[in-house]
T-cell receptor
Framework: QKEVEQDPGPLSVPEGAIVSLNCTYSNSAFQYFMWYRQYSRKGPELLMYTYSSGNKEDGRFTAQVDKSSKYISLFIRDSQPSDSATYLCAMFKAAGNKLTFGGGTRVLVKP | NAGVMQNPRHLVRRRGQEARLRCSPMKGHSHVYWYRQLPEEGLKFMVYLQKENIIDESGMPKERFSAEFPKEGPSILRIQQVVRGDSAAYFC????????????FGEGSWLTVV
């Protein structure tokens, strides 16, 4: 079983819709949670990071963490075609410095 | 991810040759990480280095792969005697300290083994 599970998609939505992404994880040692966006043939770009359970909002993006359920989510409001990319969740333990990634969800926002 | 510089961006090697990938971290960053991304897969941790030290190499294949981050100059990921299965995107990331929330990635080096 992978430490971090993420539905690969693809997830296709019309422009303006809410995109809902999520990851589950099995190791309760994960303390920091990140979402990265990766365009084709580009490096991952950090979108959001959270430490504690709850919500964090930044513009059109909202990240949620539920440590009791080992479940994290990313919501993108008012989606745009430029949001079409692969979204990767990543997690980091308090001890050690390696990020553990989910497999990524491919998102396509249709105009 | 501006600031983490990787080169070459694209590299083609024949089976059995050596591949050297270079990474210059962001200014002020002393920690470097290498990740590998196979087609249609997520990023897999390979190695974590500080200047002149390998901190965690638990994700490195036991043979043919090595990494260094010298006191002066870029970090180098070296793959000896490449095989077709080494074809992948190799990403370097850097951070200023032991902090997971400030890890920034470069644009990657795409290795193709023919």
């Amino acid at each position: 079983q992978k430490e971090v599970e993420q539905d690969p998609g693809p997830l296709s939505v019309p422009e303006g819709a809410i995109v809902s992404l999520n990851c589950t994880y099995s190791n309760s040692a994960f303390q920091y949670f990140m979402w990265y966006r990766q365009y084709s043939r580009k490096g991952p770009e950090l979108l959001m990071y959270t430490y504690s359970s709850g919500n964090k909002e930044d513009g059109r993006f909202t990240a949620q963490v539920d440590k009791s359920s080992k479940y994290i989510s990313l919501f993108i409001r008012d989606s745009q075609p430029s949001d079409s990319a692969t979204y990767l969740c990543a997690m980091f333990k308090a001890a050690g410095n390696k990020l553990t990634f989910g497999g990524g969800t491919r998102v396509l926002v249709k105009p | 991810n501006a600031g983490v510089m990787q080169n070459p961006r694209h590299l083609v090697r024949r089976r059995g040759q050596e591949a050297r990938l270079r990474c210059s971290p962001m200014k002020g960053h002393s920690h470097v990480y290498w990740y590998r991304q196979l087609p249609e897969e997520g990023l897999k941790f390979m190695v974590y280095l500080q200047k002149e030290n390998i901190i965690d190499e638990s994700g490195m294949p036991k043979e043919r792969f090595s990494a260094e981050f010298p006191k002066e100059g870029p970090s180098i990921l070296r793959i000896q005697q490449v095989v077709r299965g080494d074809s992948a995107a190799y990403f370097c990331a850097s951070s200023p300290k032991d902090s997971g929330n400030t890890i920034y990635f470069g644009e990657g080096s795409w290795l193709t083994v023919v």
